[in-house]
């Protein structure tokens, strides 16, 4: 092991990806023709995407790019066969070059394509040197990412509340301002606003962000540029709103920006241009490649209506939530925006607090 990461470090000081006859991942591109008769004859492959499944069925995204870039025999196989394609026509290829490009595309294919984690935080340097370098049409993604998740409430009140479940929070006698959210961020949390509700989260220094922590030991991690395609992830993997093992699920599109996120978030539209890539090019992903418990900095949490009405009816629903919120209206403390309405003023009169709380109106929690 030693060995291989001295290897990368090599490897991080010489960078050399292509070169005037070493196009940027050569092997997978799909803007030329390369592959003939000699190279279905010898090896099998007619295109990219051929050689994308026998190194799939090889096992080498699973032993990822670390291992590829000391596997020698796999090198100089890759190196003939593009010998034998029509790439020399174009210039002199470079082996040197090729190894680097390979084990580049064996680290990105392997997450977006296969959604196999990178294995070191060797690996995340690697590909974030390679997209720091330049070369042809590799960058960061400059802008907002979205990730659509599928979440308990426990989570929400987690991330939230700096609380491990609702339970948790019910038995805490702390008020608003107390608990780990700001009381304007408190307030935020119950406005309900047409089609969709925003929280904004607040830590204790001045910068408005949480960190978010990938899950286990992953490295890498699913964003994108579009927030409906985000959106859409995280209902896919919700099905709707579903009772588990573990209460309550909700979907919610975590919001970060690449300027608290630097060197974080792949763009990979030259890729999608490019390579066989391109058949994910609807996900419009930025994917965030971060060292181990390095975290992303997320400035807001989206939750859809429907799924912040339910969390609030379930919120209210246990005896001990019930009673905080009817103490909380009954002080004034909280309280629709619109309190000089007619029918509000009705049923705080009547304290019909649960038909106060089902109307789709904006509340707001005064000090």
């Given amino acids: 092991m030693k060995l291989l990461l001295e290897n990368w470090r090599k490897f991080l000081i010489e960078r050399k990806l292509s070169d005037s006859g070493t196009p940027l991942l050569l092997p997978f591109r799909t803007d030329f ?28 995204y699973h032993k990822g790019a670390t291992k590829w870039y000391n596997n020698k025999v796999g090198q100089r196989s890759i190196y003939n066969m593009m010998l034998d394609s029509d790439a020399p026509r174009r210039a002199r290829l470079d082996e040197e070059a090729l190894k680097n490009s390979m084990a580049l595309w064996i680290a990105i294919y392997g997450y977006v394509g296969v959604d196999l984690q990178p294995q070191s935080n060797e690996e995340i340097d690697f590909v974030r040197e390679c997209f720091r370098s330049g070369v042809e049409g590799l960058s960061f993604y400059e802008g907002t990412a979205y990730r659509g998740m599928a979440v308990s409430e426990d989570w929400i009140y987690e991330q939230l509340f700096g609380q491990k479940d609702a339970y948790s929070y ?38 408005r962000y949480w960190e978010h922590k990938l899950k286990g030991e992953n490295r890498a991690e699913s964003w994108s540029r579009s927030e409906k395609v985000a959106l859409n992830f995280g209902m896919y993997n919700l099905g709707g709103t579903i009772d588990g093992d573990d209460g309550t699920y909700l979907s919610i599109v975590m919001v970060a920006d690449t300027k608290r996120n630097k060197d974080v978030f792949l763009n990979l539209d030259w890729m999608y241009k490019n390579t066989i890539l391109k058949s994910e090019k609807g996900n419009k992903e930025v994917p965030a490649f971060v060292h181990q418990n390095e975290g992303i900095k997320v400035k807001k949490a989206i939750i859809p209506y429907r799924q912040i009405r339910k969390f609030f009816k379930d919120f209210v629903k246990n005896k001990r939530g019930s009673d905080k919120t009817r103490q909380a209206i009954q002080t004034g403390r909280i309280r629709p925006i619109q309190l000089e309405d007619k029918q509000n003023q009705n049923l705080l009169k009547e304290q019909k607090y649960n038909k106060l709380l089902n109307i789709e109106q904006d509340w707001e929690i005064v000090f």
């Fill in 170 to 207: 019910l038995k805490d006698e702390r008020g608003p301002a107390d608990i780990k959210m700001g009381v304007k961020d408190y307030l935020n949390f119950y406005r309900l606003m047409k089609g969709q509700k925003v929280i904004t989260p607040q830590t204790k220094s001045y910068q």
């Fill in 33 to 60: 023709k390369i592959y003939n008769d000699r190279t279905i004859r010898q090896y099998g492959v007619d295109g990219p995407i051929e050689l994308n499944v026998i190194l799939a069925n090889d096992g080498v």
